[in-house]
């Protein structure tokens, strides 16, 4: 299960960071990147679309001088997340500008698409393409994803209901390429448990919400900090996709967690004026069941090493046994 040279040599730590939605911006990725992990953000993070020009310039940019001071200790690569959903009305402009910038990696999402696979192919970039069963892995495969990030159950934001075990068994049995796993990992014991369930890489988002360069409001960071697994429900409410939010925040908004309408599928949008009902929903909070190994919010780069010496120890423990 090898990976791409571009990605395995220039890991600290085998962790790629999760796009998050509003929440992932430049300092974030930057940071991550320079500590040795893959950092991500959502295109449509970036409004209107010429700020997301702008983005790639100065990731591109800073990443590049960090390299050019430190030979001995490169940046890990970064990556853009395309929604290639119909509803996505920025989608062709938004993959222009990642083959423009030769973004190194591009995260697909909600469907899978040929031509846009093609043309990161066409500038040697790789794609790795999320999916939440072994029906969605295959498809995503034959039109031509590099890899796969197997969102399992307990990840944040729009995740599965399968178990790790299972969804990771199931993909292995005819995948031999790239495979991360997404869901409720946020300690280095769990990044060395995905790779010990046949994951190459862990893939890690709501523990970056509780660092200082990340785009979200300081309740919304304490929150990490202060709750558990307990307080995740998993709810299409919000933006007509099934994902994990916290309930605290879902109160504070007037509804009953414990008692939520479902959403209609079809009404699901991704256009240039982002999820449905984003506005409305705007403070409510997602995150995964991982957020009990969150105590404290620091900076990305403390985060990353904490992950790095308990993945080691981790290692260590096991040689020992």
Same mark, same amino acid.
């Given at each position: 299960?090898?990976?791409?040279?571009?990605?395995?040599?220039?890991?600290? =730590?085998?962790?790629?960071?999760?796009?998050?939605?509003?929440?992932?911006?430049?300092?974030?990725?930057?940071?991550?990147?320079?500590?040795?992990?893959?950092?991500?953000?959502?295109?449509?993070?970036?409004?209107?679309?010429?700020?997301?020009?702008?983005?790639?310039?100065?990731?591109?940019?800073?990443?590049?001088?960090?390299?050019?001071?430190?030979?001995?200790?490169?940046?890990?690569?970064?990556?853009?997340?395309?929604?290639?959903?119909?509803?996505?009305?920025?989608?062709? !402009?938004?993959?222009?500008?990642?083959?423009?910038?030769?973004?190194?990696?591009?995260?697909?999402?909600?469907?899978?698409?040929?031509?846009?696979?093609?043309?990161?192919?066409?500038?040697?970039?790789?794609?790795?393409?999320? *999916?939440?069963?072994?029906?969605?892995?295959?498809?995503? =495969?034959?039109?031509?994803?590099?890899?796969?990030?197997?969102?399992?159950?307990?990840?944040?934001?729009?995740?599965?209901?399968?178990?790790?075990?299972?969804?990771?068994?199931?993909?292995?049995?005819?995948?031999?390429?790239?495979?991360?796993?997404?869901? @409720?990992?946020?300690?280095?014991?769990?990044?060395?448990?995905?790779?010990?369930?046949?994951?190459?890489?862990?893939?890690?988002?709501?523990?970056?919400?509780?660092?200082?360069?990340?785009?979200?409001?300081?309740?919304?960071? !304490?929150?990490?900090?202060?709750?558990?697994?307990?307080?995740?429900?998993?709810?299409?409410?919000?933006?007509?996709?099934?994902?994990?939010?916290?309930?605290?925040?879902?109160?504070?908004?007037?509804?009953?967690?414990?008692?939520?309408?479902?959403?209609?599928?079809?009404?699901?949008?991704?256009?240039?004026?982002?999820?449905?009902?984003?506005?409305?929903?705007?403070?409510?909070?997602?995150?995964?069941?991982?957020?009990?190994?969150?105590?404290?919010? *620091?900076?990305?780069?403390?985060?990353?090493?904490?992950?790095?010496?308990?993945?080691? @120890?981790?290692? !260590?423990?096991?040689?020992?046994?």
């Amino acid at each position: 299960m090898a990976l791409p040279a571009l990605i395995a040599n220039r890991l600290s =730590v085998p962790v790629v960071a999760a796009p998050l939605f509003i929440i992932s911006n430049p300092d974030l990725v930057i940071a991550q990147c320079k500590a040795g992990v893959v950092g991500s953000f959502p295109s449509l993070n970036a409004r209107p679309l010429e700020v997301l020009d702008a983005w790639l310039e100065r990731i591109t940019g800073e990443l590049a001088a960090h390299d050019a001071a430190h030979p001995d200790r490169p940046s890990a690569p970064f990556a853009v997340n395309l929604i290639v959903h119909k509803s996505n009305d920025r989608l062709e !402009q938004d993959l222009a500008l990642c083959v423009k910038h030769r973004v190194p990696v591009v995260i697909t999402s909600l469907g899978a698409r040929e031509d846009v696979n093609d043309a990161v192919h066409g500038y040697g970039g790789i794609v790795f393409h999320d *999916v939440i069963n072994d029906r969605f892995a295959r498809k995503a =495969v034959e039109k031509g994803a590099d890899g796969l990030i197997a969102v399992a159950a307990g990840a944040g934001g729009h995740a599965g209901a399968i178990s790790p075990f299972a969804l990771v068994q199931e993909i292995r049995e005819w995948f031999d390429g790239p495979l991360l796993l997404s869901g @409720a990992i946020a300690n280095g014991s769990a990044v060395l448990g995905a790779q010990a369930m046949g994951a190459d890489l862990a893939y890690v988002g709501s523990a970056f919400i509780a660092t200082r360069e990340a785009n979200a409001e300081p309740g919304y960071k !304490q929150a990490l900090v202060d709750y558990a697994a307990s307080d995740i429900v998993y709810t299409n409410l919000f933006t007509s996709v099934h994902g994990n939010y916290l309930a605290p925040s879902i109160r504070a908004a007037g509804l009953d967690p414990d008692h939520l309408p479902e959403s209609d599928p079809s009404k699901m949008n991704f256009g240039s004026g982002g999820n449905t009902g984003s506005k409305a929903w705007k403070d409510i909070w997602g995150c995964g069941q991982g957020i009990g190994a969150v105590k404290a919010v *620091v900076p990305a780069a403390e985060l990353i090493d904490r992950l790095r010496r308990e993945y080691q @120890a981790a290692r !260590q423990r096991l040689a020992v046994a």
